[in-house]
């Protein structure tokens, strides 16, 4: 038999639990949020909406100063610091520096993320004429890179699917869209829900294990073709939860 | 320059040409519609949901008779045929076999499927203890696989994230999602996209080309963890459009 909340589950769980109500999750309001390459446009866009629900939220940058100008420009308690200080100051880190640059970051960072909540949410995209397409990435994913080289954080990926031009529109109220959390720990995915449903219009939706997390990562080049056809800033609702 | 309604297009469109309503899609409802394995529940369910849009319905199998059984079950006029039969007698053939039998299974049907406008809409996943997870598809996707193995064919991509259980449901009026549709030429994308916007509830939506129809394909693993987790049928809405 098989334990259908944790099925990885080690030691089998009392035969009669209850099942946990998905959507009771943590308090996560008392938690500073680090955003690496935080003057980006999604980035930005993630600081900003975080902020205005009420987090404090650290923007990270190589550059100290230029971190210090996004956060001024952003407003709402916002700081800005360099990559490393921004990770130490943080209990959830969120990854949304260029594909390019991630492995370096990520590797630079080790120590300062040690024991940190970490969320990736870099898209590895290639372009061309005929548009965007998924990269192959040879550990699988953004999401199990950053695990393979932050051993000793708790490596989860969410927020792939947002617009950046939504995030950073004043005039936009609410961002009307689902965010598939996915991660190895129920406690670690529970903490990032949370946070993303922190946002209004915005769900932190469960969405599987960090093996699964190419296809989440590589959709982002459908959502720009349907921008694209439907001149639209899409994003992803889960239907029947 | 690039033309935003066709970047790939050798001729450069005329300046000014207006863009072409997304949402202005062809009348299908005098196409015949074929379902390869459409005694399988996936198929079963589309052939059911399509009948009863009013759709004339074919549905193959490897046994005829098997096939005509599960016509006779369903109603709504579908008939039953082996799966050549099925494939001669449709203007859209929707291939809906399991993954095992996927590649052996159009390559068989290949002069069967010539001039054909097919619709692939499987999903090539692996189950262990954790879950599903997505498999490696050397040509990158079921659909690429279709399309390699079909030359002569018009080859789409679409229905991946459909639940079998509401499709077969009578008692379930409008199934809540909407359809993503890959493929290489608008002509046929309009064709199954309007196809999928005849069943209530449901909406075909473009989703790019088929090089990005991997994720698409694979996402269905993250559905699936959705699922137990919510225990819900989870589909999904694209917002925005």
């Known amino acids: 038999m098989t334990n259908p909340e944790n099925p990885s589950s080690g030691s089998p769980a009392p035969a009669k639990a209850p099942a946990r109500d998905p959507w009771e999750l943590p308090d996560v309001s008392g938690l500073v ?24 939220v650290v923007i990270g940058s190589r550059s100290a100063e230029r971190a210090q100008a996004a956060a001024d420009e952003l407003g709402h308690g916002v700081e800005g610091a360099d990559n490393a200080e921004c990770a130490r100051r943080s209990d959830i880190v969120i990854v949304a520096v260029p594909w390019e ?23 590895p995209l290639g372009f061309d004429k005929q548009g965007a397409y998924a990269l192959a990435v040879e550990e699988g994913s953004a999401a199990q890179q950053a695990a393979a080289l932050l051993p000793d954080s708790r490596v989860t990926a969410a ?4 617009s950046a031009v939504l995030l950073q529109d004043p005039d936009v109220a609410e961002i009307d869209t689902d965010v598939l959390v996915l991660g190895e720990s129920r406690a670690d995915t529970d903490v990032v829900q949370a946070l993303a449903s922190r946002i209004p219009g915005m769900r932190g939706v469960f969405g599987g294990r960090l093996r699964n997390a190419h296809q989440v990562e590589a959709l982002v080049a459908n959502l720009i073709s349907v921008n694209r056809r439907y001149k639209a800033h899409a994003g992803l609702r889960v239907t029947d939860v």
């Open 101 to 123: 640059g991630h492995a370096r970051t990520l590797e630079a960072l080790r120590a300062d993320l040690a024991g940190k909540l970490v969320v990736d949410c870099v898209n």
């Open 33 to 56: 949020v680090g955003v690496l390459g935080g003057t980006g446009d999604q980035g930005r866009g993630l600081a900003y909406r975080l902020a205005k629900a009420g987090q404090k």
């Open 159 to 162: 927020f792939h699917h947002l």
